[in-house]
Nanobody, 122 residues
Framework: QVQLVESGGGLVQPGGSLRLSCAAS????????MGWYRQAPGKQRELVAV??????NYTDFVKGRFTISRDYAKNTVYLQMNTLKPEDTAVYYC?????????????????WGQGTQVTVSS
């Protein structure tokens, strides 16, 4: 069984910073990609950033403000969020594409964390 556990959300003032963490644990053979999504009230879940094979990709609305990074030894992904805006308020979800032990490497599984609330408000 594989689990993703997130931490680091909270309340921050506009212009402030937060760092989210997501640790993957369990019967993991390999992690293909890790990323972050967010969902604001009344809106669809949307991609924020992803790291795969050492490459990173960001959605336009966070470029220059957010940085995704991965600690391969700890199976952990981070999201450093700077210059936060009220419109960044959302539940942030960690996502990972993982090959569990015993599974065909050509058929990885998609896992989600439980979500962590980020609120940007004065």
């Amino acid at each position: 069984q594989v689990q993703l556990v997130e931490s680091g959300g909270g309340l921050v003032q506009p212009g402030g910073s937060l760092r989210l963490s997501c640790a993957a644990s369990g019967s993991i053979f390999s992690i293909i990609a890790m990323g972050w999504y967010r969902q604001a009230p009344g809106k669809q879940r949307e991609l924020v950033a992803v790291v795969k094979g050492g490459s990173t990709n960001y959605t336009d609305f966070v470029k220059g403000r957010f940085t995704i990074s991965r600690d391969y030894a700890k199976n952990t992904v981070y999201l450093q969020m700077n210059t936060l805006k009220p419109e960044d308020t959302a539940v942030y979800y960690c996502n990972a594409l993982i090959v569990p032990i015993g599974r065909d490497v050509l058929n990885p599984l998609d896992y989600w964390g439980q979500g962590t609330q980020v609120t940007v408000s004065s």
